[in-house]
Structure formats: structure tokens, C-alpha cells
């Protein structure tokens, strides 16, 4: 950062920090753990709190943390509004207007991308001068923790005043009290965060070119709101792209091994296996042709569920073959609404059959 914590405190009272999540990829505690650094370690005031939906996981997660000076009292408890500081933390979220309220160009951004996604293809708004990235999912995975630790190792790095062993300790009073046994995967995914963010250099083809003014003039009102006045945002009603929510594992189908028990489209809390009728061992039944991922939050409940080991845990980046993905019948959709939303929804039951599965054998 041009400037640290401490200067931008001499100019302002709050320095703040917005995360912007999905429910189950771990802001709230990642906020959590930032208040708790300031006032450890960086000798400053803090306050942190997220707000969420009703059922978490799947629903826009958003956390503040606002810091001051250690001689003023926090009274305010409202969201950060103009943040100082805005992590992203899912890519596709980029999309979504309401991520970019109140970013003006004194707002550090950070984004956790995948591979191969520099570009920011979602767009940034055209105000944001200050921008950084790492590939959280990845590291996530390689290092068998979440999402949330990376992001805060990166945070921590991208806000040039927190010493890395200071957020190990933090890491380790936190989740290691709660979760010893992943204590050592978290440690490694915090300083993998730490260690490989980087900074994008905002050349004009980064930034979308619109108008995107920080989101402010995009506010819903009565003649803005989609009809009905839905929320047609990630984990919402009709539309539901829980996609964001998963963590770099999918269910793999292996329709072959499938005896249609259906214990699996109970289990699943979202819409994601698609029943029809069909025949079965010379049978008419319902009969489970594959499955929605657009629905799917990556729970992985079907694969301990399903007797038969149908179902299978595999990593969503090897299987993202467009032509294999299975709408949900009842709620079909044009293929039109799948190509504007996104990569994340095109893998499918049938995705087994890929080479890379194939070369593997057993999943
Ligand atoms: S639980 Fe397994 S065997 Fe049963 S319907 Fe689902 S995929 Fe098929
Ligand atoms: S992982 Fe399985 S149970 Fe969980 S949302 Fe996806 S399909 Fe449903």
C-alpha cells in the first residue's frame, strides 16, 4: 500500500475493510482473526462483524472490520460503506454490482482469482487505481485449508504493516484451539497467501471499459429492482448459482455403478441431481440422469451418502466441459442465461468420461 494503516489514521478516523464472500468459504472468522491482529499486534482499535442470510452457506457473505487509533472508541457499527481496503473473494462475485459500493480510488482491491484469469473478465470499476491478486482456490487445495486463510495471509501482505508471524499466532490461537488438526494445512495456506500475492498492473484492457462507478449509481429502487423484487443474486431464489460456494471439489457421477436408490437427491440440500422417468433393470422408475451443477455448493453429502460409490469426489478444474452440463428440468433455462453466467456451471454428470478421469481410473 502507497500509504500504511498508521498515516491514513492521521487523515481519517476509521481505516475500513470489506470482505466480500459467499457463505462457507470462511469471511466471517478471516474478519474475525483481522480485528483480533489490530489490537494484538498493531496496537489499534478494532471492530468486526459480518452479515449473512438465513441459510449461510451459498448466501453473499459480507464482513466489515473498521480500525482507529488506540485513544478513540469505535461508535460506529454499521458496514463499511467506502471501504479502504475491499477482498473479494470469489471471482465471480466481480459481476455483482452491489460488490463494488462505495470503492472510490483510494480503495486497495484485493481479488481471489483462479489460473489464467488476469484479466479480471468480470471488470473492475474504472475509479479502482490499486489492485492485487492470488489464486486462493488453488493454493486452498494444494494446501488442504480454506479459502479464508489464504485470503487472510494475503490480506496481511497486501496491507504492508502486519508481520507474518503475527498472523501465524493469531492462526494458531484460533484455529488451532477449534480445529488442531488442520492447524498445520492452515499455516500453509497462510503463508502461501502471503507468499504469492502479487499486484496487477491495471493497463486500460484490464479495467471492463463501462461505466462502473463504484456501484453507487446502480442502487436497486422501484424501477431498478428485478420483478417481483427478487434477489436474483448468487445463492438466491429462483436463480440459485451456488457455483461460487465450492471449494475446488465436485461430485463426479458414474452413472454405470447408479442403482437409483434417490438417497442422494435427499441428501442434497440444493436442486442439483435430476431424476426422470427412464427404465432400470427392465423397470420403469425414476431413473437419475446426472446432475445441475449450476446448484451445486460442493458439500460433497452425496458422495458419503451413496451407497454404491456413484458418486465421487473429484477437482472441478480438470471437468469444466460445457457440452456435459445437465439443466435442471424443472426449472429449464435458456443456454443463453448459463453463457452469461459463467464458466463454473458447465460440468456434468457425464464429465467422467474425460480423459484425465479415464487416465486415473478410480477417482
Ligand atoms: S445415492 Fe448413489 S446410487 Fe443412489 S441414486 Fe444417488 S448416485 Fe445413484
Ligand atoms: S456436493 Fe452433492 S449434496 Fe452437496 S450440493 Fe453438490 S450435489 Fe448436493
Not at 51 to 66: A, D, F, H, N, Q
Not at 123 to 138: F, H, K, S
Not at 224 to 230: C, E, S
Not at 314 to 322: L, P, R, T
Request: with cysteine; proline share 4%; hydrophobic share 35%.
Amino acid at each position: 500500500m502507497a500509504e500504511n494503516i498508521n498515516q491514513i489514521l492521521e487523515k481519517q478516523d476509521y481505516f475500513g475493510i470489506r470482505l466480500e464472500s459467499i457463505g462457507g468459504l470462511g469471511a466471517n472468522l478471516c474478519g474475525k482473526m483481522l480485528g483480533e491482529l489490530a489490537v494484538r499486534y498493531l496496537n489499534l482499535n478494532s471492530a468486526a462483524f459480518s452479515s449473512y442470510g438465513s441459510e449461510k452457506t451459498g448466501t453473499p457473505v459480507k464482513g466489515y472490520i473498521r480500525y482507529c487509533l488506540p485513544d478513540k472508541e469505535i461508535r460506529i457499527h454499521a458496514p463499511v460503506v467506502h471501504p479502504d481496503l475491499l477482498a473479494v473473494f470469489h471471482q465471480a462475485l466481480m459481476q455483482d454490482a452491489g460488490v463494488w459500493k462505495g470503492c472510490g480510488s483510494q480503495t486497495k482491491v484485493l481479488v481471489a482469482l483462479d489460473e489464467g484469469q488476469e484479466n479480471l473478465s468480470g471488470g473492475l470499476p474504472d475509479c479502482i487505481r490499486e489492485c492485487y491478486v492470488v489464486n486462493a482456490r488453488q493454493i486452498a487445495m494444494e494446501s488442504k485449508s480454506r479459502i479464508n486463510v489464504v485470503m487472510l495471509g494475503a490480506i496481511a501482505k497486501v496491507m504492508g504493516v502486519m508481520q507474518l508471524e503475527d498472523v501465524r499466532q493469531i492462526c494458531r490461537d484460533s484455529l488451532g484451539r477449534k480445529y488442531p488438526d488442520a492447524l498445520e494445512g492452515n499455516l500453509k495456506g497462510l503463508e502461501g497467501g502471503y507468499a504469492q500475492v502479487r499486484q496487477l498492473a491495471l493497463h486500460t484492457e484490464t479495467v471492463s471499459g463501462k461505466e462502473k462507478q463504484g456501484g453507487d449509481s446502480q442502487e436497486w429502487g422501484y424501477t431498478t429492482a428485478p420483478i417481483g423484487g427478487i434477489n436474483p443474486r448468487f445463492g438466491n431464489t429462483a436463480v440459485a448459482d451456488l457455483s461460487p460456494s465450492r471449494q475446488g471439489y465436485i461430485p463426479l457421477f458414474i452413472k454405470e455403478r447408479c442403482i437409483n436408490c434417490g438417497l442422494c437427491d435427499t441428501t442434497c440440500p440444493d436442486m442439483v441431481f435430476q431424476f426422470s422417468r427412464g427404465e432400470y433393470n427392465g423397470r420403469e422408475m425414476m431413473v437419475n440422469q446426472g446432475l445441475d451443477y449450476y446448484h451445486c455448493k460442493g458439500c460433497m453429502r452425496c458422495v458419503n451418502v451413496c451407497p454404491v460409490n456413484a458418486l465421487v469426489q473429484g477437482a472441478e478444474s480438470e471437468h469444466a466441459q460445457k457440452q456435459y452440463f445437465l439443466p435442471n428440468q424443472d426449472m429449464l433455462r435458456t443456454p443463453d442465461y448459463y453463457v452469461e453466467s459463467g464458466p463454473d456451471g458447465y460440468i456434468t454428470s457425464e464429465s467422467f468420461f474425460t480423459e484425465v478421469r479415464m487416465k486415473g481410473g478410480e477417482v
